[in-house]
């Protein structure tokens, strides 16, 4: 085999590797987007079962006062008119020492507890949102990469779509840079 020959062949192999390699990363790159869209996508649709699942708890546990309320009431209602009749009690003194039942202020600890601990666990599923989706963006602008990635389409999902949940308080203090201390209570 002469020496231009090989050469020859040495440069197509060089060429051929290259190629390979050069599609391999293009195949790799493109799978490692598709996994970190499907991510987000997975992400947002956990943080949307959190939340309605917080909501349902606190709408729940929310009733309970209510009915234990309603019940207190017909218990109460029955104490007193096992004790004093239909028509109460007609004595001018009386002194008696009664025991009425109470309101137990423990239902309202476990709605706040309920409360906490949704905030608590939707805030940690924002927080996992927010860093897949910086990890995405990321990835989408680096070098070489973001060539590859505009060439393959991507992003295929719109990224706007995968903010986070907030308020119109939130919102409005980032807008105006103000914010005002939280009251407790109606003036």
């Known amino acids: 085999m002469n020496t231009g020959l ?14 390979v390699v050069g599609v391999s990363s293009v195949i790799g790159l ?3 987007l598709v996994t970190q869209e499907r991510g987000l996508v997975a992400q947002y649709k956990q943080n949307q ?15 309970v006062p209510t009915m234990y309320t309603d019940d207190l009431k017909k218990v ?29 202020a423990t239902v309202y600890t476990k709605i706040q507890q309920i409360i906490e601990a949704g905030r608590n666990s ?13 990890v995405y963006e990321t990835e989408l602008q680096q070098f070489p990469g973001n060539v590859v990635a505009t060439f393959l389409g991507f992003p295929k999902i719109k990224l706007a779509d995968f903010d986070i949940v907030t308020s119109t308080e939130t919102e409005t203090a980032f807008q105006t840079k103000k914010s005002a201390p939280v009251q407790l209570r109606a003036k």
């Open 122 to 134: 939707f805030e940690a599923d924002q927080k996992t949102l927010l860093d897949k989706k910086r």
């Open 30 to 32: 493109n799978n490692e």
């Open 49 to 63: 079962n959190n939340y309605d699942n917080y909501i349902k708890k606190l709408q729940e546990a929310a009733q």
């Open 76 to 104: 109460y209602a029955a104490a007193i008119s096992g004790r004093y009749g239909a028509n109460g009690s007609q004595a001018t003194f009386q002194f008696i020492k009664e025991h009425n039942p109470n309101v137990d």
């Open 6 to 19: 090989k050469i020859g062949l040495g440069f197509l192999l060089v060429v051929a590797l290259f190629g």
